[in-house]
């Protein structure tokens, strides 16, 4: 018996919603990354990481990775690039999640999480894309929608995907089903959670107190003496690099005509502004009818509806969508890649305003007319040239700057070549000052890459290409410069300003502890404070991890509010710069009667988050028993 026999024969449903596929038009949810490969050749078998012993493949990462770039293509209507999409990490975290993904199902099979074929027809039989009336669609409608899938899919893979993620469901549910929530810690985080209380601050800060203080010199001397640690140089590096300098091979690039055309020509898609379109439709389903009927009745109202009438009183009257029905047929936005093909060909062909003829798709018959149109203007060449040229430039220098340090680095054994292979190449090699970690060097700019390696070298070693601000260097260490606490005589002046920046501190909690004794023995909190011509900030009803006023984001603090009776006044607190003064006004305690509305969300709401803290927390001590490796290399060929 097969899958789909089986699923035929099946006569319920579950009651849980896997959330696993997307599927275009329908739009289910799954993560990408379980979806199968397609078959892959040549470079594409290549393996970009292993996990386990298990192979993750360039054309396996390649296919998860231009679902993604689609994926926020279609969100953005067309202005996330796959540029952008890698300046922003996503294929490193891509693969992060393909290897967890690959270290949670081998742990799964080493825990002995098995799922039986009738659990996968029930699984695949419960997603709501592949119902109508509560009903599976049947074999046919199936295996389209699996065709309509990019890439497409066999019955077999989606099938395998189905496995996986019920697998890993299991494995979470294993690992994590002993943990509870008690009735106390819920209402204990209830009470945190919506504990309201109204106070007022003073805050003394030290900077206020500075005026009129003084450091004598046996004070400087007294704190060099007693914390000379915190004045130490750290170890700095003196380097000789060469430097292929990228923006000056940019300048020196002067791209042809020709070249002009031919990139213009072939990135036409750069330079149109996405069509972005609002649509709606009638749908006519064709289940059990003659279609030549159908086809009659999509005819008759499509003539209605190009000859004036409301489109949206004919999709309430006559569209079988149960979705959109009610909404006059509105669909919304579309975006490319989001709806079938022959759905979607048709409505981007139309113009503003425009009643398509019927169209016939796997859901039935559909009039479509376009509500909102925009875009799809392509800018003429003479516009863009100069942009054209920028980017010609930019790859020709970058390619040239690619070639130097790649020959560079073939001649560079050592720190004696530098050199000549600069010299053959018309480089400078130049020289830096001392600097240390995290600080400019002199004549490559800032670059964490470049003294994190040179911390690494001895001198006489040599280190490239590094990639720089202005491109690759090769790089050099000539000097070591050990650390050392200087003479106070160096410092003196940031040594004299903590003294005074100390002492006013002092000023500040000495005041700040008459005050609050002061306030906390008066019979009024607002009079006391107006006596004193004290600077008050006051707050209303404030919750926990809200900004109180005067203060900010302070645990401490925060702790303090809440933890006092009303009318109370607290003893100062230290917030760094500062001593405040606290004092309740008013509290309002957490609802009873909400907390007996909400415990069992609550209780779901905090269990879902330990249990997944505690899941996290298990599958890195599982991928620490494994051996992982990643080609960084590969990486960044794949996405290039």
Do not use: C
Request: no cysteine; proline share 4%.
């Amino acid at each position: 018996m097969t899958m789909l026999d089986r699923m035929r024969r099946h006569k319920g449903w579950l009651k849980w919603s896997l959330g696993l596929v997307v599927l275009a038009f329908v739009g289910v949810g799954v993560p990408a990354f379980l979806q199968p490969p397609p078959p892959t050749i040549g470079a594409l078998d290549d393996v970009l990481a292993e996990v386990g012993g298990q192979s993750i493949t360039v054309g396996e990462f390649q296919n998860l990775y231009r679902q993604q770039l689609q994926n926020y293509q279609a969100q953005s209507g067309g202005q996330i690039t796959a540029e952008i999409l890698q300046s922003m990490g996503i294929d490193r975290q891509l693969l992060e999640q393909m290897i967890d993904e690959y270290a949670a199902l081998q742990e799964a099979t080493r825990l002995g999480v098995t799922v039986s074929d009738a659990e996968i027809s029930e699984a695949i039989i419960a997603i709501p894309a592949f119902q109508q009336n509560g009903q599976f669609i049947g074999e046919e409608a199936y295996i389209q929608m699996l065709r309509l899938q990019r890439p497409p899919m066999t019955p077999g893979q989606f099938e395998e995907t189905v496995r996986r993620s019920l697998m890993l469901q299991r494995l979470q549910s294993a690992v994590t089903n002993w943990i509870t929530v008690t009735d106390d810690e819920l209402e204990r985080e209830h009470v945190r959670r919506n504990e309201r209380v109204r106070v007022s601050t003073v805050s003394f800060r030290a900077d206020d107190f500075r005026d009129g203080i003084d450091a004598t010199d046996d004070d400087v001397s007294a704190l060099f003496d007693q914390n000379a640690n915190d004045y130490l140089v750290p170890e700095k590096r003196r380097l000789r690099f060469a430097l292929i300098d990228i923006p000056a091979l940019k300048e020196a690039s002067i791209p042809s005509d020709t070249d002009v055309q031919a990139y213009y020509d072939n990135n036409q898609d750069r330079y149109s502004d996405p069509t972005t379109l609002r649509a709606s439709h009638i749908l006519l389903r064709t289940e059990g009818k003659e279609m030549t009927e159908v086809q009659a009745q999509a005819e008759a109202i499509m003539t209605e509806a190009r000859g004036g009438a409301d489109f949206a009183e004919l999709a309430r009257q006559y569209s079988e969508d149960d979705g959109t029905r009610d909404a006059g047929g509105d669909l919304g936005q579309i975006a490319p890649g989001q709806m079938v093909p022959e759905f979607e060909g048709a409505a981007f062909a139309l113009s503003q305003d425009e009643v398509s003829d019927p169209v016939t798709s796997m859901f039935g018959v559909h009039i479509i007319k376009a509500t909102e149109k925009s875009g799809g203007i392509t800018q003429q060449l003479d516009e863009v040239r100069d942009n054209i040229i920028d980017i010609l430039k930019q790859e020709s220098a970058d390619a040239r700057g690619a070639a130097l340090a790649t020959a560079m680095a073939a001649e560079i054994t050592g720190a004696a070549d530098l050199d000549a292979a600069a010299l053959r190449r018309g480089l400078e090699v130049q020289e830096s000052g001392f600097a240390g970690l995290g600080e400019p060097i002199l004549g490559l700019g800032f670059s964490t890459e470049v003294t994190s390696q040179a911390f690494q070298l001895e001198e006489g070693q040599i280190a490239g290409p590094i990639q720089t601000p202005s491109g690759p260097a090769f790089v050099t260490v000539t000097g070591i410069q050990a650390p050392y606490v200087p003479p106070l005589e160096e410092v003196e002046g940031r040594v004299r300003d903590d003294v005074i920046r100390r002492k006013a501190f002092v000023a500040a909690q000495e005041r700040a502890a008459t005050i609050a004794a002061q306030l906390q023995g008066a019979d009024d909190f607002s009079t006391a404070v107006d006596a004193e011509a004290l600077q008050v900030n006051d707050s209303d009803l404030i919750a926990r991890g809200t900004t109180i006023p005067g203060v900010g984001l302070n645990v401490e603090v925060e702790e303090l509010a809440f933890s006092l009776d009303v009318g109370e006044t607290s003893d100062p607190v230290l917030t760094g710069n500062a001593a405040v003064i606290l004092h309740v006004h008013e509290r309002e305690e957490a609802s009873a009667e909400d907390f007996l509305n909400i415990r069992e969300q609550l209780r779901n709401e905090i269990l879902s988050d330990r249990q997944g803290q505690f899941y996290r927390a298990y599958m890195e001590k599982a991928k620490s028993k494994i051996t992982i490796n990643v080609d960084m290399a590969a990486l960044a060929q794949a996405v290039a």
